[in-house]
T-cell receptor
Framework: EAGVTQFPSHSVIEKGQTVTLRCDPI?????LYWYRRVMGKEIKFLLH????????ESGMPNNRFLAERTGGTYSTLKVQPAELEDSGVYFCASSQFEGGYGGYTFGSGTRLTVV | RKEVEQDPGPFNVPEGATVAFNCTYS??????FFWYRQDCRKEPKLLMS???SGNEDGRFTAQLNRASQYISLLIRDSKLSDSATYLC???????????FGGGTRVLVKP
């Protein structure tokens, strides 16, 4: 079974530019989550999709972040315009069941550096 | 106060020894609990879920104490490959978002 795939693995962009991160969940997993870890801090929740619907986007830091999951398959997270404080590792995770039963599977992350 | 707190360590453990560490959580309504393992510059990977009755998976034992709001992880007969950061993860009562602790770093040495 293929795991959660994220692309790109690394991205270095200048402040003010736009970056789009992509996540392909495990096939059949309706639940898709975005998390991020900024330097020196804990991993923090950004948002949760159930199929194509945003179930919870309470962790999105501001309106420069836009997440989509068209068709309920892969998801994109766009940052526009990027700021220095957006640097960090962005993880995507998927799960078959809500509530975490059976565990979440994380992708290897996208390391974003804004300079 | 952080929602999930962990001793950052590092815990320096001789190979073959036992190590145990705790994690406290602030939301008494939290519903499910997990230990994840994270290697340097890698993604978190589920180590085990933590159940009220306590559970064991090989050399790893997890306990949940709801009254005192902490969970624990014990590693017996430590291997060099157990060196990693162990993340305490809690599923809060509302919704499905996970709340992560900062992690406890364990270094197993020969």
């Amino acid at each position: 079974e293929a795991g959660v795939t994220q692309f790109p693995s690394h991205s270095v962009i200048e402040k003010g530019q736009t970056v789009t991160l992509r996540c392909d969940p495990i096939s059949g997993h309706d639940n898709l989550y975005w998390y991020r870890r900024v330097m020196g801090k804990e991993i923090k929740f950004l948002l949760h999709f159930v199929k194509e619907s945003k179930q919870d986007e309470s962790g999105m830091p501001n309106n420069r972040f836009l997440a989509e999951r068209t068709g309920g398959t892969y998801s994109t997270l766009k940052v526009q315009p990027a700021e220095l404080e957006d640097s960090g590792v962005y993880f995507c995770a998927s799960s078959q069941f809500e509530g975490g039963y059976g565990g979440y599977t994380f992708g290897s992350g996208t390391r974003l550096t804004v300079v | 106060r952080k929602e999930v707190e962990q001793d950052p360590g590092p815990f320096n453990v001789p190979e073959g020894a036992t190590v145990a560490f705790n994690c406290t959580y602030s939301n008494s309504a939290s519903q499910s609990f997990f230990w994840y393992r994270q290697d340097c510059r890698k993604e978190p990977k589920l180590l085990m879920s933590v159940y009220s009755s306590g559970n064991e998976d090989g050399r790893f034992t997890a306990q949940l104490n709801r009254a005192s709001q902490y969970i624990s992880l014990l590693i017996r007969d430590s291997k060099l490959s157990d060196s990693a950061t162990y993340l305490c993860v809690v599923n809060q009562a509302a919704g499905n978002k996970l709340t992560f602790g900062g992690g406890t770093r364990v270094l197993v040495k020969p």
